[in-house]
């Protein structure tokens, strides 16, 4: 996937968090995206070891947040990819955010795991960047 620069704001950011998957995440290891992301793990040809392909309010709401996050724990992905998702249409503020979709998921990822990328902010998204964080050890 990828998108000529000024075609549309969001593909040369996307195009960028590929690559650094790709970079990072062998193609033996493991890639939860969250909030949603199933596209950059198909595109990057990586496997998620989750059994939810997106993590988004109606998910949520199907499966619960605290089964959810079970299963993001007992998976343990060697890398997490935090996407940037505007959630105005759920009414709900940014993953991860305070009063915001999947608080808790988010920091248990920021418990669990160490910063290594992080893409250049995005205007469209505000000033949420996709970032990438692996599993410490």
Sequence with gaps: YAA???LSVPGPVFQEALEAVVRYV????TLAVLPAGASI?????????????SFLPPEL????????????????PDFVLVTPRCLVEYGVADFGQPAGLAEGIFQW????YALVWRGAP???????????????K
């Design 4 to 6: 000529a620069k000024g």
């Design 41 to 53: 793990t198909f595109l990057a040809r990586r496997k998620s070891p989750v059994p939810f392909y």
């Design 26 to 29: 062998g193609p033996g290891q």
């Design 109 to 112: 990822v920021k418990d669990n």
């Design 122 to 136: 995005m205007a469209y998204f505000g000033q949420n960047t996709f970032d990438l964080y692996a599993l410490k």
């Design 61 to 76: 709401a199907m499966f619960g947040e605290g089964t959810m996050a079970a299963a993001l724990a007992e998976a343990r």
